[in-house]
């Protein structure tokens, strides 16, 4: 039980109406998750308001609620407050008793490779014998026990609630996804962190923050907002996260691999087989509450394959040296890290090579082209599912991308599918998608094979491939399964025949 008044001392309590001095037994932002005894917090949502369910909500034993505006009929105290969902944070903050102040809380934000990102330094973490918590996209980890995520970075309560839950099992080091959403619906108001990062900025989720200017807005607070007691590793090869290094208080840690000017630079970079092979060096000294790192250089080997995952892990070894884990927990942690399904993932490696790859915006299309640029293979087949309800300027501007590539990497024609059958509703390719991608393609001189379905857009590929060719399965979620049908497709004809590429045709 906490009493109610001492908790609503933690944020800004504009109105009351029928104030009493009870206590509570909890937190809840859902009418069907109240339980007797709860403080109900209205939250105003994108699709729904929870001030339509705060009579549900008393029903199944809120005694007490927050909101925006006082509910008529409702016969329970009612606290206003301007903004709900920042009181949500402060309130589930103070009533967990602050965990995040309690942890080593690593914050991750970027366009493009915040999941890896956050795994990799979560297994240097690990293999260095800490406790560790990850919150993210794909999982939610406390110590050794897991579940799947919901979003990217949780509301707010169940983001303080976890946090209060890798306190009490004695986790002692938080690697998480910080998203755009989260931030601009203040799931992490309350959040303190040891350290930051954004690696990349591209043009992404531009439709639910109404432009990139509000987008980038929004994304660079996690360094604006940081504070003086924390670390921001910023990438100096991306142009809108080193144009933070003067407009955060917290010290400021920077590198590159083409830009040699940082705290850190990458060298000797070998990409040839796909996975990066480079020497991390410390140019200049830098420091945190818990480490001090003066100049010295050792040498780095990845197993997950890809030009975007030589920034990733200069991002995570960077964090890691901060937190003091050792270069040889390091060196161990990358030779053995296979990194994120779909995120440039080798499938298949026999006399062709398949890499499936999450081929969703332009940044994310740019680096992946890039790493092949420094491949070595005979010949390109690009399998590209067109993004489905992301509208055509999303469409126009993934084939923009691409043809910039195109005289690069020899690519004069492209295996282009709508996954009819393969994906959702929320995600169905529409007329204007396709005719924005193949506009761009047409006046490129980029002939583009079309297919309706996945399976055949493959079969594509896979039929007309030679030994040391390479197919790249691309795209989001009309891709997803892409992998797997190329996988079945080969097993069906090399099962049939020796394993040789002459008779996968």
Same mark, same amino acid.
């Given at each position: 039980?906490?009493?109610?008044?001492? %908790?609503?001392?933690?944020?800004?309590?504009?109105?009351?109406?029928?104030?009493?001095?009870?206590?509570?037994?909890?937190?809840?932002?859902?009418?069907?998750?109240?339980?007797?005894? &709860?403080?109900?917090?209205? !939250? @105003?949502?994108?699709?729904?308001?929870?001030?339509?369910?705060? =009579?549900?909500? *008393?029903?199944? $034993?809120?005694?007490?609620?927050?909101?925006?505006?006082?509910?008529? $009929?409702?016969?329970?105290?009612?606290?206003?407050?301007?903004?709900?969902?920042?009181?949500?944070?402060?309130?589930?903050?103070?009533?967990?008793?602050?965990?995040?102040? /309690?942890?080593?809380?690593?914050?991750?934000?970027?366009?493009?490779?915040?999941?890896?990102?956050?795994?990799?330094?979560?297994?240097?973490?690990?293999?260095?014998?800490?406790?560790?918590?990850?919150?993210?996209?794909?999982?939610?980890? !406390?110590?050794?026990?897991?579940?799947?995520?919901?979003?990217?970075?949780?509301?707010?309560?169940?983001?303080?609630?976890?946090?209060?839950?890798?306190?009490?099992?004695?986790?002692?080091?938080?690697?998480?996804?910080?998203?755009?959403?989260?931030?601009?619906?203040?799931?992490?108001?309350?959040?303190?962190?040891?350290?930051?990062?954004?690696?990349?900025?591209?043009?992404?989720?531009?439709?639910?923050?109404?432009?990139?200017?509000?987008?980038?807005?929004? @994304?660079?607070?996690?360094?604006?907002?940081?504070?003086?007691?924390?670390?921001?590793?910023?990438?100096?090869?991306?142009?809108?996260?080193?144009?933070?290094?003067?407009?955060?208080?917290?010290?400021? *840690?920077?590198?590159?691999?083409?830009?040699?000017? $940082?705290? !850190?630079?990458?060298?000797?970079?070998?990409?040839?087989?796909?996975?990066?092979?480079?020497?991390?060096?410390?140019?200049?000294?830098?420091?945190? @509450?818990?480490? &001090?790192?003066?100049?010295?250089?050792?040498?780095?080997?990845?197993?997950?394959?890809?030009?975007?995952?030589?920034?990733?892990?200069?991002?995570?070894?960077?964090?890691?040296? %901060?937190?003091?884990?050792?270069?040889?927990?390091?060196?161990?942690?990358?030779?053995?890290?296979?990194?994120?399904?779909?995120?440039?993932?080798?499938?298949?490696?026999?006399? !062709?090579?398949?890499?499936?790859? &999450?081929?969703?915006?332009? $940044?994310?299309?740019? +680096?992946? %082209?890039?790493?092949?640029?420094?491949?070595?293979?005979?010949?390109?087949?690009?399998?590209?599912?067109?993004?489905?309800?992301?509208?055509?300027?999303?469409?126009?501007?993934?084939?923009? =991308?691409?043809?910039?590539? =195109?005289? /690069?990497?020899?690519?004069?024609?492209?295996?282009?599918?709508?996954?009819?059958?393969?994906?959702?509703?929320?995600?169905?390719?529409?007329?204007?998608?396709? @005719?924005?991608?193949?506009?761009?393609?047409?006046?490129?001189?980029?002939?583009?094979?079309?297919?309706?379905?996945?399976?055949?857009?493959?079969?594509?590929?896979?039929?007309?491939?030679?030994?040391?060719?390479? +197919?790249?399965?691309?795209?989001?979620?009309?891709?997803?399964?892409?992998?797997?049908? =190329?996988?079945? +497709?080969?097993?069906?004809?090399?099962? /049939?025949?020796?394993?040789?590429?002459?008779?996968?045709?």
């Amino acid at each position: 039980m906490v009493n109610l008044q001492q %908790l609503l001392q933690a944020i800004s309590v504009v109105e009351t109406y029928k104030e009493e001095n009870i206590s509570i037994t909890g937190l809840s932002y859902h009418s069907q998750k109240v339980e007797s005894g &709860h403080l109900f917090v209205c !939250i @105003k949502g994108y699709k729904t308001d929870g001030h339509k369910y705060l =009579a549900d909500a *008393v029903k199944n $034993g809120a005694i007490a609620a927050v909101v925006e505006d006082f509910q008529e $009929g409702i016969d329970i105290p009612q606290y206003r407050v301007e903004n709900s969902r920042i009181a949500l944070a402060q309130l589930g903050n103070a009533y967990f008793n602050e965990p995040s102040k /309690k942890l080593k809380m690593i914050g991750i934000t970027a366009t493009n490779g915040k999941t890896t990102t956050s795994y990799m330094t979560n297994a240097m973490l690990e293999t260095e014998g800490y406790k560790t918590g990850l919150i993210g996209t794909v999982t939610v980890k !406390i110590d050794d026990y897991s579940f799947p995520a919901e979003l990217t970075t949780p509301e707010s309560l169940d983001l303080q609630n976890y946090l209060h839950q890798m306190v009490e099992r004695g986790v002692t080091h938080v690697s998480m996804e910080v998203s755009s959403a989260a931030m601009e619906t203040n799931r992490v108001e309350t959040v303190e962190y040891d350290i930051v990062t954004l690696n990349n900025i591209s043009r992404e989720h531009i439709d639910s923050h109404g432009s990139f200017e509000q987008y980038w807005n929004v @994304k660079s607070s996690l360094i604006t907002n940081a504070s003086e007691n924390s670390v921001a590793v910023l990438n100096l090869d991306d142009e809108y996260s080193a144009s933070l290094i003067n407009r955060t208080n917290a010290s400021v *840690v920077t590198f590159g691999v083409r830009n040699e000017e $940082g705290h !850190i630079r990458c060298k000797n970079l070998d990409l040839s087989t796909g996975r990066g092979k480079f020497t991390y060096e410390i140019v200049k000294e830098f420091k945190s @509450k818990s480490a &001090h790192l003066t100049p010295c250089s050792f040498e780095v080997e990845l197993a997950v394959p890809g030009l975007h995952s030589v920034y990733n892990s200069m991002v995570a070894i960077t964090v890691a040296l %901060l937190n003091n884990v050792s270069i040889a927990s390091i060196q161990e942690t990358l030779q053995t890290f296979t990194g994120v399904e779909r995120r440039f993932e080798f499938i298949f490696e026999e006399d !062709i090579k398949i890499v499936d790859d &999450h081929f969703a915006n332009p $940044g994310n299309i740019n +680096i992946t %082209l890039k790493t092949l640029q420094y491949m070595d293979f005979q010949n390109l087949h690009l399998v590209y599912a067109i993004r489905g309800e992301r509208g055509p300027t999303v469409n126009r501007e993934n084939a923009e =991308a691409i043809v910039e590539w =195109a005289s /690069k990497l020899n690519i004069s024609e492209i295996i282009a599918t709508k996954s009819v059958s393969h994906v959702t509703l929320k995600d169905r390719v529409t007329d204007e998608e396709v @005719k924005a991608f193949m506009d761009v393609m047409e006046k490129a001189g980029i002939e583009v094979k079309l297919y309706d379905e996945l399976p055949d857009a493959i079969t594509e590929a896979i039929t007309n491939v030679v030994e040391n060719d390479l +197919i790249l399965l691309a795209g989001a979620q009309g891709m997803d399964l892409g992998g797997e049908i =190329a996988l079945e +497709i080969i097993h069906k004809r090399t099962s /049939k025949a020796p394993k040789t590429v002459g008779h996968l045709q």
